[in-house]
């Protein structure tokens, strides 16, 4: 009785914070853009939408640079999946570490970094005009935006594509070489369908992140995209203006439907499922000619993916960086100032991040508990609800916030309840439950049954088995998902900008964002990137040692 | 009728390990030859050095008079079905079997006609749209095959085809193969670990023992007359004794004697028997009869199988159970009987 009592409640109270925090503000959304002035149902907004020139042309713009991402991306990613794939190839492990670098630093941190690089008198132009007398017009407008975005995200592509070429069975193509297949033929009728699922599913992958982007454009000054416009239209106009509900809708709309046309294209077919062996690509030696460019190829490419990494690095310890190929002079300055005088960013953020974080394996506990080992009513319901929120856009996420708590005030002191500091502590844990609730379903799957049933047998009740035999042996898993969620959290923009209401109150994200608007601040923006960026670098390397330490643990537990 | 394939003297080493050594063999036109061996043998990778997926060191490959060591897969006019089918997933049951034959540039109708014809030799004419994993592993199996003749390829090669289906259905398949052979009359070179298999199927087959190749014959010959105790072990059990020959005369040096062997003189060698050839009553009058105590039983359905102290030997000795013969005890002295020509000295 009493053990469906507290699971039933447990249940109940994490669908309630659910509904609270992200049901019920992306449901505000979709309602408000149906309202008309008087609050009566409408189509008007939509159609006006579809009226203002702005609108349409911010619409094929946001289109436009994520499709032609994708096609950057794909021009990075493609040569680098086949080097990798057909050949014995020395720079793999290069390449296949390249894949963490968009976990690293998102687009945004470094996309001034990248002005300073290769915009109109960056580094990079600055040489060419120099030695061949031309310039490329690397970030001008769009272009900046699908550069730096394609830049960051192409490794989906990378991953995805490598994955699904390794997965291919070797008997796939020595089967069509038996029956008279060679070549380029071979290649398109055989390897080429094979990987496209690994490849659509990457694509869409930075279709999405790039189309919902919006502190990307934000800093590179590029106004007419979707993004920013709806977070335009909200903070400037106001949070009754519907235009930037209707847009938060066509974002989350166009985001499923290209899930839902990358699907489509597939039919439904994974083949790496189907087939049975495995082992990649027939692999060749390759020839003099063609080692010099592969590796000029990689390492074009690697330059490109490290550039943001290094132009930040450069600003942060510049003094002043404009029409020169790298900084006059360096100091520790821009630092000094983050860490000494103002900082407020990394005091919040370390706040907001660690209280996200653990609120995240909490409801990652439990949420993993009631979906794998009981049979409680909806179970499955809030296993999708918690992982849905990785296909919200943070900024939708954000304006249902401010829709829904602006109208509440918080009780100590009678402010709206979205200016607190602490939703942006919740909207960032329910940003990063995912990440969490992976981690700790990957833990307790790995727990056998039999472990909890025999402490049963012996008389323990729920509380002593949670206590004494789940979370202990979770611990590295919980940990891990603590440390994912806490460290992506730091970079996170999109969402916490609409709920950021004072300085006083700002994360380090939203610090480098006001930091980079003005020159004189681009140096402590810089600074405070680099900050963001060391944080989920080591975080990510803790997460992955205690993984891999676990599972060898695990191993052993079972082995004996 | 000529060879169609000659392997002479063929060498293939990964690093220091020598797969095949200096393996030769000959195979007849039209027959249905088996490369059986225990994993790890190389018998595959003889197959696969075939149909141009691995390189010798050193030996030639002649297929139809033609030396092809140097030719690519797709040059070779060798069709080979791989053990785990390797169907392709995204292409339909007629575009699986169709592709050979677009490479080939064959017209489309006469495309569509092979492609038809092969399906109902293999009976899959009504699952031509599906896709292979909407297929049975027998139905995949039957693609597999249907893929690789529709092309008439000049040799048909078969690697272990029927290790992913259950017993039942193996035993089907093997009788399929056999009459698709028949029919279709291609020289087909099957590899599997399985004696059984390769005894009822077979025209001829290359035992293979760590690269190197045992004994070449038909499966009837190898039983009988194994070259070595590999061999006879693999086929089948066996009683080996080992001992010396002098004038006829088989001697473990100790009490275990047999007369009136056709052998030469040797001081190492070994006398074999097999588990059916000793019996408890005499049989002919060339038997020689030997003292015994039965040592343990077996029952194995349609024979029982004893383990006998003879002469300070134990013997294996299967004796059919036909239900009314007599069933020894443990201990029980028993008189046997061998002929000296079901004996063979090696």
Redesign the interface.
């Known amino acids: 009785m009493f053990k469906n009592l507290f699971l039933n409640s447990t249940s109940l109270i994490i669908g309630i914070f659910l509904l609270l925090f992200l049901v019920i503000p992306i449901a505000q959304v979709f309602y408000v853009s149906f309202l008309d002035v008087n609050g009566s149902f409408t189509l008007v907004n939509f159609s006006d939408f579809f009226k203002n020139q702005l609108f349409i042309e911010s619409f094929y713009n946001s289109f436009y640079v994520a499709a032609m991402s994708v096609v950057l991306a794909s021009v990075f990613a493609l040569p680098l999946a086949y080097f990798t794939s057909r050949f014995n190839f020395k720079g793999s492990v290069i390449i296949q570490s390249l894949g963490f670098i968009p976990l690293i630093m998102p687009p945004f941190v470094g996309a001034v970094a990248m002005k300073l690089f290769f915009g109109t008198n960056g580094s990079v132009n600055l040489l060419l005009d120099q030695y061949f007398g031309f310039k490329i017009p690397f970030m001008e407008g769009l272009n900046g935006v699908i550069f730096v975005e394609s830049v960051h995200y192409f490794p989906f592509i990378l991953i995805n594509l490598i994955t699904s070429l390794n997965n291919i ?1 070797r ?2 193509e ?9 070549g380029f ?1 071979l290649f398109k ?2 390897v080429l ?2 990987s496209m699922p690994g490849y659509i599913a990457g694509a869409s992958l930075v279709f999405l992140k790039v189309f919902d982007d919006l502190g990307t454009p934000l800093l590179l000054d590029i106004n007419n995209m979707l993004a920013p416009q709806a977070y335009l239209r909200i903070s400037s106009i106001g949070i009754n203006d519907p235009m930037g509900y209707v847009i938060a809708v066509i974002l989350v709309v166009t985001s499923i439907l290209a899930v839902w046309v990358a699907k489509m294209a597939l039919g439904g ?1 994974d ?1 790496s499922m ?4 495995g082992g990649g690509m027939i692999k060749r030696d390759m020839k003099p000619r063609q080692k010099i460019t592969a590796y000029s190829v990689v390492g074009l490419i690697l330059f490109l993916v490290l550039s943001p990494h290094i132009a930040l690095t450069l600003l942060s310890f510049g003094t002043i960086w404009s029409f020169s190929v790298v900084p006059d002079a360096y100091t520790i300055d821009h630092y000094k100032n983050i860490i000494f005088e103002n900082s407020i960013f990394i005091k919040n953020t370390m706040l907001y991040c660690t209280l996200a974080a653990f609120i995240d394996i909490v409801l990652a506990f439990f949420i993993s508990y009631i979906v794998l080992r009981t049979k409680v009513k909806g179970r499955q319901l809030l296993d999708y609800i918690a992982m849905s929120a990785l296909a919200i856009p943070g900024l939708v996420l954000g304006i249902g916030y401010l829709r829904t708590f602006y109208s509440f005030n918080n009780p100590l002191d009678g402010k709206p309840l979205a200016s607190w500091w602490f939703m942006i502590v919740l909207i960032l844990a329910v940003r990063r439950l995912p990440y969490a609730l992976r981690a700790a379903n990957a833990a307790l799957m790995q727990i056998s049954k039999f472990l909890e049933e025999s402490a049963e047998s012996l008389g323990a009740k729920k509380t002593t088995i949670f206590r004494k035999i789940l979370v202990p042996l979770m611990t590295g898993g919980l940990l891990a998902g603590f440390i994912t969620s806490f460290s992506t959290a730091t970079v996170e923009l999109s969402a916490t900008i609409m709920l950021v209401s004072t300085e006083v109150d700002a994360p380090l994200a939203y610090g480098i964002y006001s930091y980079m608007q003005t020159a004189a601040g681009r140096g402590p923006g810089a600074a405070l990137g680099m900050i963001g960026v060391l944080i989920v670098a080591v975080g990510t390397y803790f997460s992955q040692t205690i993984i891999d330490k676990k599972y060898k643990k695990t191993g052993e537990v079972n082995n004996g | 009728m000529g060879n169609i394939i000659n392997i002479k003297n063929i060498n293939v080493s990964y690093g220091k390990n020598h797969v095949l050594k200096d393996v030769n063999i000959d195979i007849k036109e039209k027959d249905f030859f088996t490369f059986l061996g225990p994993s790890g043998c190389g018998k595959t990778t003889l197959l696969r050095l075939i ?3 691995e390189q010798s060191q050193s030996g030639e490959l002649i297929i139809d008079g033609k030396e092809v060591s140097k030719l ?3 040059e070779r006019d ?3 079905v ?3 089918y ?1 169907l ?3 292409m339909t049951v007629a575009k699986n079997i169709s ?2 034959l677009e ?2 540039k064959v017209p489309k109708n006469e495309i569509d006609q092979r492609v038809d014809e092969v399906l109902e030799l293999v009976g899959m004419q009504d699952l031509k749209q599906r ?3 909407q297929l049975s592993g027998g139905q995949q199996q039957r693609v597999a095959l249907a ?2 003749i529709v ?1 008439r390829p000049k040799v048909l090669l078969l690697d272990e085809p029927l290790s992913n289906l259950d017993a039942k259905l193996r035993n089907q398949m093997r009788i399929e193969l056999l009459e698709l052979h028949n029919k279709l009359q291609i020289t087909t070179i099957f590899v599997t670990h399985d004696q059984e298999e390769a005894n009822s199927i077979s025209d001829n087959i290359a035992i293979f023992n760590e690269g190197v190749i045992q004994q070449v014959g038909a499966p009837i010959d190898l039983y009988n007359h194994p070259k070595n105790l590999f061999v006879a072990n693999f086929l089948g059990t066996i009683n080996a004794v080992k001992g010396k020959t002098s004038n006829g005369t088989f001697s473990d040096g100790h009490d275990f004697k047999i007369e009136s062997l056709k052998a030469d003189n040797s001081d190492n060698c070994s006398l074999l028997v097999r588990p059916q050839n000793i019996y408890f009553e005499k049989k002919n009058d060339s038997d020689q009869n030997f003292k015994g105590k039965i040592q343990s039983k077996e029952f194995l359905g349609n024979i029982i199988r004893y383990q006998v102290l003879i002469s300070g030997q134990v013997m294996t000795i299967d004796s059919m159970h036909e239900g009314k013969e007599k069933i020894y005890s443990k201990n029980e002295d028993v008189d046997v009987f061998i002929n000296p020509e079901t004996s063979q000295i090696i």
């Open positions: 069975d008997s796939m020595e089967s069509a070489q038996s029956l008279g297949s060679k033929g009728r055989i369908p094979l077919k083949y189907l087939q049975k062996g | 149909a141009g997926f690519n897969p797709w060798v069709g080979l791989f053990q785990n390797a392709w997933p995204h592709f050979g490479e080939k896709y292979p994993f893929r690789t092309v």
